[in-house]
């Protein structure tokens, strides 16, 4: 009786090691660690916050290095980079080998005499809308800030509180949104679908991922006021922010866009 042949099975596939830059002390090395699968397809790295950028940061860019007394060219005091985890600039790096010669554990070294004078709100082409916390959820006391400025569009950022219907406050959401879209664009590490950004509000946040309708209904705005560029072949992604978008903010395209529409 002829033996039953063995059918192969198929080979094992090979683990992949991320291959983004890290700073390990005082050297930059590749993370080379193993990459996860995503379950919306795809794999992730589970050590991208230790990640650098790039490129180094605009304060960085700007010469206003952490650890120097920073000035700008009217001689004022400058703020210096504080991402000393992330960005690749060799001042960091020259920071950490001191930090590890004295054997002492690294924190942010600010020798910089800035000092915010005042809350500065992001000039608007019409004055921003007031509202009420108790309606909306916002406070009305808007800062400006970018991580990575001429990357990411400055931020009019809000504080939400819980509303009275338990709902998100209006804008909460697009927040949200955005938070995962500044990251990305610095990154870039996998396609930034609708079902990424609702994943990675629900990690960040600690709750269930929302509605990928509603992002998606975020996604179409911002295209349509010019702020976002998507590439709508399924699954529908978020490519990237205009110039435009980069250069003015969301609320000012948004506010130009309302008084198109009045017109």
Known sequence: MAKASKVASPPAAKPKFCVSKIREVAEIKQ????????????????????????????????GWH????????????????RFYVNCPCDCHTKLNRMYQLAGEERVLVDNSDWKPESTFVMPSLEPLDAVSSIDT?????????????GI?????????????????????????????????????????TVGYISNEI??????????????QNVLFRWRDIGFAVLDTTRPMKFTGYTDEGVRLGLDNLKARAKRHQVK
């Not at 610095?186 to 396609?191: A, C, G, I, L, S």
């Open 31 to 62: 993370c080379n660690v193993k990459l996860k699968n995503h379950p919306l397809g795809g794999e992730y790295c589970p050590n991208r916050d230790n990640h650098l950028y790039p490129i180094p940061t605009g304060f960085c860019s700007s």
């Open 66 to 81: 952490e650890g120097m007394k920073a000035r700008t060219e009217s001689g004022k005091p400058a703020p210096t980079c």
């Open 137 to 149: 959820g916002t406070d009305t006391r808007p800062v400006v800030e970018s991580p990575a400025p």
């Open 152 to 192: 990411v569009p400055p931020t009019v950022v809000r504080t939400f509180v819980p509303t009275q219907s338990g709902r998100l406050g209006k804008g909460q959401l697009e927040a949200w949104v955005k938070e995962v879209t500044d990251v990305w664009v610095v990154e870039q590490e996998r396609p930034c």
């Open 202 to 215: 629900g990690r960040v946040k600690g709750i269930d991922p929302p509605s990928q309708g509603a992002i």
